[in-house]
């Protein structure tokens, strides 16, 4: 339906304005507001769409589409110009609202053709961006490192489509699903094009011996492509993970998941343990990016032993987009905050350009200082903050499987799985406690006079941005006083939950599960008897 | 009754947002908040029917649009266990705002603002009815508390503060864990595929679990470990100890008052919330290793302490050393040591929550804390050194102040298990009761120390600008010196009515608990007599199972235990007759009689 595509045209429709009038001698804010406008409505419209005219059957795409859009106008918001920097400002924001629609593509994607045009949609932004946004210190470096690398991971990833063709015969992801429904990706085979498929999308997500880039690649540039970098290919990268291995793939071979829990121990665990040696802060943010992707792989391996017993409050694929909207929340909001603040003529750098900003003597700089205190620690997972919800969301599912009696292989292994993220989040929250102890420990209250020669400020510019933030630290808050409702949202959105479209995957699930648990099979057998589709 | 308990909670979140923008609003307003809401749980308290399970229970939907697949609730409610906990908070905190009153200078706002929230924390821990809103204030009372001791805090603040908080969160993700594997086993087990997260139930169906056998001791044992790495670094036990007197030495003064007080409680709160009656059959096979931790505890504690020379550091680890009381106390598992631990937990709170706010005024007139730069205080301040001794006496357990009754309790209930199960457990027996003697010693020889013999002053700072000369021609190079002058030269002052009024409210209490222990100990009695039911009684499938481990069986005391312990009067030697009749009566030993 056409309406359906209006915020996306839209976008589109804001971007090719921005590209088209960018070699014009245009004043460069007039693109920021162009952007604004079209992000704010393309989300307005959305959420209108959603709320009153459509009601789609596909509650993952409708999830990945309000993630993208939401993403989006946080991304817009603190990509906002100041004074000094380049005159490719209409091209630099044209690319983010591509990119921005590059996510909601892959999102809907109903094929596998237009889900690769969206992650390359992505990519492609973000090598311009990379390139065109001087601010940050290496940012020749971070562009040739990520293209380059970005580039062999794509292609890795379309040899592991070719695979999936050829497997199944087909491009469409509902002719897949039957495919796989009949088992086309359960042999040896199908170990082939899963493989492909995790090594490419496991560059976008950054897991981990696929990660190299990722610190350098922050570290080199700007706070406002760090977040880009953090959010788009990382949301994009999950929900073809869901949608591909979960819900078109059902898991690939019996063993795929061992594979997944590996690589979501590992990036983890590195991920963590090398951010605690950090002191550059995009430096230290990218590796807790790395570490936030293994969160994630924990729902991920949950999902695919397909093993979550009807009607329990999280399974795997649900509580890897739950925490997929926290994880974007505070790590967004963390750049943006970043991203405002000023040191002299350059963006703060290290830990220690942050010394004392809790008592800088203007009160947005306190509000900035408490904001990023809430983002790091409900990244560090501490209740009453959302980070602590997503955490429970990945623990919960991997011992509700792990709990079932007679669980199979798979009980003890996502036991220790959930041990290893347990010991992983009291890891992490050394470096995230850090960052919050420099900032407000470092210096007493009232010696912050003394040191003149190095006063931190907001740079140019900046309301939208510290708009952005104060609405990431809200909602963060909120989500963590009242999760229930988007926990809801991302239940819905699961592919393996239960839902009428489902039935017929439920039914090719019986045979695998009655060798993985007999008892959570034959709660789902009522299920599956009914063959309306 | 419901409402007004939720009501008191969230009473400090009020005093958050209207703390306002200077010093005098905020400390105001904190005041008040903290007198208000300590009226209205005095109130819930002493309304609380001696014998009733729980009180004052209080159940919302927390999560309205998935509350049928999660049942999450919002759930708090008092019983036996949380129920003094619960009052002592209240009455902790009127000591923390008095004490901040004037040594809370900088960014004061914030700092009440703070201190409300971990007010709201830690009432929010003893009163939660659901898992997940106990691991929630759990965890929430460690933000206010990591910035208060970070930003308020001595010369080691900060990395106080990171080992504080990181000791504390490495240890409660794995009780976490434990937590989440119970909830999720007794949906399983019990094959209605139900999560319930409230506590009430879950202990409830857990017990009719073990009694059908469908809770495997080696699935206890693993959450036993589980939950044990949170409560054992909170209580602290003792190889898990160190963060504690760091943390307690560079907090501020209310800090450490409150983490003293009432956060150290939270361990052997959850101990009895949760180990012991979930995991019976792993705590009864656990047993003789806690109790070796608990007297290492104790004596390690002692010794150490007798060994510092910085008064605060003293009382910190003879909090270590009480604790280890109160542990003991808890794992003897009759109902003696049970009541006995609990009480010790309330007097611990008492009595060194008053000993912190004490070295907080000293600290505030002299500001050093070393021992040796202090004699004959008595003299100079009389007012301060009655209500360091009335501490004192209380914290090393004087007959007639409330650290006799619970001790007392505690070291029978240890001598009874001892006697029964025999072996090593009487050394640590014994080793409790030398802990008394320890700290005795230590406590007496630091107030004998600091506030009697000639009378010797810290020079502190604004004497020293005062009367610099003379500052100059004593020879120590420490900024502290040290000499002999006659009373009312130096411009300290004894206790201020603001002052007084902090610390009279423990004493209050400490003479209470001391002459009257029974009104306390009979309202723990119905929580803990369902503490400790599953241990009396081993689950049919078990006794094959425990009969072919060498002692471990537990005496059958309990319930008659508890009744006399009710009916026990006020004097002190009554109560301890009382204590040993019911030994008699109710031992099946022969040999028992002797005393």
């Not at chain 1, 001087?134 to 489509?161: D, H, I, M, Q, W």
């Not at chain 1, 992707?293 to 987009?321: E, K, N, R, S």
Request: aromatic residues 12%; neutral net charge; contains cysteine.
């Amino acid at each position: 339906m056409m309406t359906d595509w209006l915020p996306e045209i839209l976008l589109v429709f804001a971007a090719l304005l921005c590209l088209v009038l960018a070699p014009f001698q245009v004043r460069r804010s007039w693109f920021y507001a162009l952007a604004l406008i079209g992000i704010v409505a393309g989300v307005a419209l959305f959420y209108l769409q959603q709320g009153f005219l459509v009601s789609s059957k596909d509650m993952l795409g409708v999830f990945g589409r309000g993630l993208a859009f939401s993403v989006g106008l946080i991304l817009v918001l603190t990509a906002g110009s100041s004074g000094q920097e380049s005159q490719h400002e209409g091209e630099r924001l044209g690319s983010l609202l591509l990119g921005i629609v590059g996510l909601a593509l892959v999102a809907r994607a109903e094929d596998l053709v237009l889900l690769f045009v969206g992650l390359e949609l992505i990519s492609v932004a973000s090598y311009i961006l990379l390139y065109v946004d001087r601010e940050g210190p290496n940012y020749r470096e971070a562009a040739t490192k990520y293209f380059y690398l970005s580039v062999l991971s794509s292609a890795v990833f379309l040899y592991g489509l070719s695979f999936v063709y050829g497997l199944a015969g087909t491009l469409s992801l509902r002719e897949l699903m039957q495919a796989g429904a009949q088992g086309a990706f359960t042999g040896v085979m199908g170990a082939i094009p899963l493989v492909l498929i995790l090594a490419g999308i496991g560059f976008k997500i950054a897991a981990v011996p696929f990660h190299f880039y990722a610190p350098d690649v922050y570290q080199g540039t700007s706070h406002r492509n760090a977040a880009l970098l953090s959010a788009l290919p990382k949301a994009a990268g999950m929900l073809v993970l869901v949608r591909l291995l979960l819900e078109g793939m059902f898991g690939g071979p019996d063993r795929a998941w061992q594979v997944v829990l590996a690589l979501s121990v590992l990036t983890m665990t590195l991920g963590n343990v090398l951010a605690l040696w950090q002191r550059n802060l995009r430096r230290l943010l990218a590796y807790s990016s790395i570490a936030h992707a293994g969160y994630m792989l924990i729902g991920l391996t949950v999902a695919m032993t397909y093993a979550t017993p009807q009607g329990h409050p999280w399974d795997g694929a649900a509580a890897l987009l739950f925490y997929l909207i926290v994880y974007l929340l505070a790590t967004l909001g963390a750049f943006a905050a970043l991203g405002t603040l000023r040191l002299g003529d350059r963006q703060v750098e290290t830990l220690d350009d942050l010394r004392g900003l809790a008592y800088a003597p203007l009160m947005d700089l306190r509000l900035l200082a408490w904001s990023l205190a809430i983002f790091m620690l409900s990244l560090a997972g501490i209740p009453p903050l959302a980070g602590f919800w997503g955490k429970l969301a990945v623990f919960f599912s991997a011992l509700d499987v792990g709990g079932v009696p007679g669980g199979g292989p798979a009980r003890s292994r996502l036991v220790f799985l959930a041990v290893v993220g347990a010991v992983n989040a009291a890891i992490a929250a050394a470096y995230y406690l850090r960052v919050v102890s420099t900032m407000f420990f470092a210096t007493l209250p009232g010696e912050t006079a003394s040191h003149e020669e190095r006063t931190l400020q907001l740079r140019q510019g900046a309301m939208p941005a510290m708009f952005a933030v104060a609405l990431c630290a809200i909602m963060t808050v909120l989500i963590g006083i009242s999760p229930g409702r988007w926990i809801e949202h991302a239940r819905r959105a699961s592919p393996t939950l239960r839902g009428p479209q489902r039935s017929m995957k439920l039914a090719t699930m019986e045979g695998k599960l009655s060798e993985m648990a007999g008892s959570t099979a034959s709660s789902l057998s009522p299920v599956s008897q009914d063959p309306s589709e | 009754m419901g409402t007004l308990l939720a009501i008191t909670i969230f009473l400090p979140l009020v005093g958050v947002l209207l703390a306002g923008q200077t010093r005098e609003s905020a400390r105001l307003v904190a005041l008040t908040v903290v007198l208000v809401n300590c009226l209205l749980s005095g109130y819930l308290v002493f309304s609380y029917p001696g014998g009733a399970p729980s009180f004052a229970v209080l159940e919302v939907p927390w999560w309205p649009r998935s509350e049928a697949t999660l049942g999450v609730r919002f759930a708090m409610g008092l019983d036996g266990l949380s129920l003094w906990l619960y009052g002592l908070t209240s009455l902790l905190m009127i000591t923390c705002v008095l004490v901040s009153w004037e040594a809370v200078k900088e960014n004061a706002p914030a700092f009440y603002r703070l201190l409300m929230l971990l007010y709201t924390g830690m009432l929010g821990v003893f009163v939660a009815r659901d898992v997940l809103l106990f691991y929630l204030f759990f965890e929430a009372t460690l933000i206010p508390l990591f910035f208060l001791i970070g930003i308020w805090g001595h010369e080691e603040r900060r990395y106080a503060a990171m080992k504080f908080f990181l000791f504390t969160l490495a240890g409660s993700v794995l009780t976490f864990l434990g937590l989440l594997a119970l909830v999720i086993w007794n949906a399983y087990a019990s094959g209605s595929g139900v999560v319930t997260f409230s506590i009430p139930e879950l202990t409830q169906r857990l017990a009719e679990l073990r009694e059908r056998g469908q809770l495997p001791l080696a699935f206890q044992l693993w959450v036993f470990w589980a939950l044990f790495a949170g409560f054992a670094v909170k209580v602290p036990l003792v190889p898990l100890h160190t963060w504690l007197p760091l943390a307690h030495v560079e907090a501020p003064t209310a800090g450490s008052v409150l983490l003293a007080g009432i956060l150290l409680k939270v361990g052997g709160y959850g101990f009895l919330r949760f180990v012991l009656p979930m995991v019976p059959d792993a705590t009864m096979q656990v047993t003789p290793w806690i109790l070796a931790l608990s007297a290492i505890g104790i004596v390690y504690g002692a010794l150490t302490a007798f060994a510092q020379r910085d008064i605060k550091r003293l009382i910190a680890y003879s909090s270590v050393s009480h604790l280890g009381f109160c542990m003991l106390g808890v794992f003897t598992l009759n109902a003696l040591g049970l009541h006995g631990g609990l009480l010790q937990m309330i007097n611990h709170g008492l009595a060194t929550g008053g000993l912190f706010a004490v070295v907080g005024m000293i600290y505030e007139r002299y500001h050093t804390r070393k021992i040796e730069s202090f004699g004959g205080l008595a003299r100079k301040l009389p007012i301060l050194a009655f209500f360091m001794f009335v501490l004192t006496f209380s914290s090393i357990g004087l007959p007639g102040l409330n650290g006799f009754a619970g001790e007392f309790l505690v070291l029978v209930g240890m001598f009874q298990r001892a006697w029964h199960v025999g072996g090593w457990e009487w050394v640590f027996a014994v080793a409790g009761t030398l802990g008394v003697v320890l700290g005795a010693w230590y406590m007496l020889t630091l107030v004998g120390r600091v506030f009697f013999g000639t009378l010797r002053e810290p020079l502190s700072e604004s004497v020293a600008a005062r009367d610099g000369a003379a500052a100059e021609q004593t020879e120590s190079s420490e900024n502290w010196h040290t000499y002999s002058v006659s009373a009312g030269q130096h411009g300290v002052r004894d206790l201020s009515l603001r002052e007084v009024l902090a610390l009279a409210p423990l004493v209050v209490f400490i003479v209470w608990i001391g002459i009257q222990p029974q009104f306390f100990l009979s309202r723990m009695t119905p929580a803990l007599k369902s503490v400790q039911k599953p241990l009396a009684a081993p689950a049919a499938t078990q006794i094959a199972d425990r009969a072919a481990l060498p002692a471990r069986s537990v005496p059958p005391v309990g319930d008659t235990v508890s009744d006399h312990l009710t009916q026990i009067s006020g004097c002190d030697a009554q109560l301890a007759d009382a204590t040993f009749d019911t030994g008699q009566v109710t031992s099946d030993h022969p040999t028992d009689h002797d005393d």
